[in-house]
Nanobody, 119 residues
């Protein structure tokens, strides 16, 4: 399965962006899809995930209440609506697949998309 993230860009603080991640190559039949991000000089961090079958979302504390993850299973696509963006949200955002509930392990594939939030 190949992943293609898109939708990044430059936005002012307080603005919004919507990221998309399309999984291609085969129909995704795993447990969840997630979003991660990596800022310059920092380690990659978890942002959000959505259980594919139920749509159950889960967020990191840093984005809870501002970001919304959703999916369209007819398009094998996961979205990340990002509102009230802050400069500290600046990072490369990656999507990933999680094939099982446990262990918590994500497979990354494809390039990320750059999000830059200006103050």
């Amino acid at each position: 399965v190949q992943l293609q993230a898109s939708g990044g860009g430059l936005v002012q603080a307080g603005g919004s962006l919507r990221l998309s991640c399309a999984a291609s190559g085969s129909t995704f039949s795993g447990y969840a899809m997630g979003w991660f991000r990596q800022a310059p000089g920092k380690e990659r961090e978890f942002v959000a995930r959505i259980v594919w079958s139920s749509g159950d979302p889960y967020y990191s504390d840093s984005v809870k209440g501002r970001f919304t993850i959703s999916r369209d299973d007819t398009k094998n696509t996961v979205y990340l609506q990002m509102d009230s963006l802050k400069p500290e949200d600046t990072a490369v955002y990656y999507c990933a697949l999680r094939f099982a509930r446990t262990p918590i392990q994500y497979d990354f594939g494809g390039q990320g998309t750059q999000v830059t939030v200006s103050s």
